[in-house]
């Protein structure tokens, strides 16, 4: 198995969830820590870079989180104004060397470790993908709607087709750092779309588990009493 490095995207202002989500405390411990413990433990994993707010750099929590792994794999980069700034600068961190990057959201707390390791498989066996993402079934019906108002219906689409993006996305580290040249002022969400408005090739992982972003203070409430319900299984199966 090939081995890659690991941005851990955590630049975020945490507006829809009322202050820094990625400190917020999950089971005892900051959001961030439990990807980021993840990871470390990984072999396939050569260096893990966080890009953080310059201001969450100098904070405690922070502090706090390097005391408590100390891990020379672990470094930090100061986040941008957007997606593609954050991934951008966090790529600069990484030695000229690195083959493949995957990029990671910060506040997604269970990361699905075989889907990573699939993704990264694909992209050692293919030389004709560029990337390839994480994804999770879509479940729902689709329908596609009138802009701006959004509320005639144009369509039913075939959810089939569909699939919701999540992380990581792995790439290759030096298309995905041609890419986001290209992409400089543009509107991008994910690392899979910057490879895509280049002309590059994505494929995706389809995971069944529960992979979550913790968006809102509902969601972390969720990964809490998921964590307690592991917990309890973990008990009743001694």
């Not at 593609?84 to 997604?108: C, F, I, M, Q, W």
């Not at 470790?113 to 066996?125: D, F, G, K, W």
Request: proline share 5%; net charge neutral.
């Amino acid at each position: 198995m090939k081995k890659c490095a690991v941005l851990l995207v955590a630049g975020g202002s945490g507006e829809r969830f009322g202050g820094p989500k990625q400190f917020a405390l999950l089971d005892g411990k900051p959001v961030l820590q439990h990807a980021l413990e993840v990871f470390l433990e990984l072999e396939i994993v050569s260096q893990v870079v966080v890009v953080l707010p310059e201001k969450a750099i100098h904070s405690r929590e922070w502090n706090m989180i390097m005391a408590d792994l100390g891990n020379p794999r672990l470094d930090v980069a100061v986040g941008g104004a957007t997606r593609r700034d954050s991934v951008h600068e966090g790529l600069k961190v990484l030695p000229n060397t690195t083959e493949y990057v995957a990029v990671h959201d910060g506040v997604r707390p269970f990361v699905p470790v075989e889907s990573l390791q699939a993704c990264l498989l694909m992209l050692a066996t293919d030389s004709n993908i560029s990337g390839a993402i994480v994804a999770s079934p879509c479940p729902e019906t689709l329908k596609r709607v009138h802009l701006p108002e959004r509320r005639m219906i144009a369509a039913t689409l075939n959810r089939e087709e569909f699939v919701r993006a999540q992380t990581p996305q792995v790439c290759r580290y030096k298309e995905l750092l041609s890419a986001l040249e290209l992409a400089r002022g543009k509107r991008v969400t994910d690392e899979a779309q910057v490879l895509e408005l280049a002309g590059m090739r994505t494929a995706a992982v389809v995971d069944q588990g529960w992979n979550p972003k913790i968006t809102y203070p509902i969601d972390l409430e969720l990964a809490e009493a998921y964590i307690q319900r592991q917990k309890l299984l973990k008990a009743a199966a001694r």
